[in-house]
Antibody, heavy 120, light 113 residues
């Protein structure tokens, strides 16, 4: 059974960076791309980007291109999403989401979410 | 970017009645080479991550009750709950995966009358 377990809530000051982790289990880590999606309070879902755990290649939404870095550690089956130069608008729940078994970009499994609060 | 627009924004339906949510994409998400629509539907309850209901526009995910069905092609799609149950209260999102950036509809909030 696929499990995606994310790191705990974070409180950061404007201008700081945050790094959220997502530990995968129940499947072969390097087989499936992992995406990051965020959701501001009371708002909809926003795709941030994707990482290929096999080779570490990434593709980011243009909105986040200069501020986001997605990495992975194959030894621990963990992907990371780091967002820099935080501002209040980045306050949101951040989710990792695994692409489908058949290799397409709909999301069968999600992490529990990590709340990142940006406040002075 | 492909813009996904859902209607209505909110919906109030009686228990046992039918609920219908619409989703329109700003360009076709039908891939001609495989004749598949790259469209998924999700259900999100408060404090939970989204849950996949439907993919390829009409294929129900394993374990999803058969009162959930979906149809559509090209740019116009519909999610239907045939007989609303109390546990169906949630926000529903459509998502296109035809191209990046992946985009979602703004969500439709479904409540019980």
């Amino acid at each position: 059974q696929v499990h995606l377990v994310q790191s705990g809530a974070e409180v950061k000051k404007p201008g700081a960076s945050v790094k959220v982790s997502c530990k995968a289990s129940g499947y072969t880590f390097t087989t499936y791309f992992m995406h990051w999606v965020r959701q501001a309070p009371g708002q909809g879902l926003e795709w941030m980007g994707v990482i290929n755990p096999s080779d570490g290649s990434t593709s980011y939404a243009q909105k986040f291109q200069v501020r986001v870095t997605m990495t992975r550690d194959t030894s621990t089956s963990t992907v990371y999403m780091e967002l820099s130069s935080l501002r209040s608008e980045d306050t949101a729940v951040y989710y990792c989401a695994r692409r489908s078994r058949d290799g397409y970009n709909y999301f069968e499994s999600w992490g529990q979410g990590t709340l990142v609060t940006v406040s002075s | 970017d492909i813009v996904m627009t859902q209607s209505p924004d909110s919906l109030v339906v009686s228990l046992g009645e039918r609920a219908t949510i619409n989703c329109k994409s700003s360009q076709s998400v039908l891939y001609s080479s495989n004749n598949k629509n790259y469209l998924a539907w999700f259900q999100q309850k408060p404090g939970q991550p989204p849950k996949l209901l439907i993919y390829w526009a009409s294929t129900r995910e394993s374990g999803v009750p058969d009162r959930f069905s979906a149809r559509g092609s090209g740019t116009d799609f519909t999610l239907t709950i045939s007989s609303l149950q109390a546990e169906d209260v949630a926000v529903y999102y459509c998502q296109q995966y035809y191209t990046t950036p992946i985009t979602f509809g703004q969500g439709t909030r479904l409540e019980i009358k």
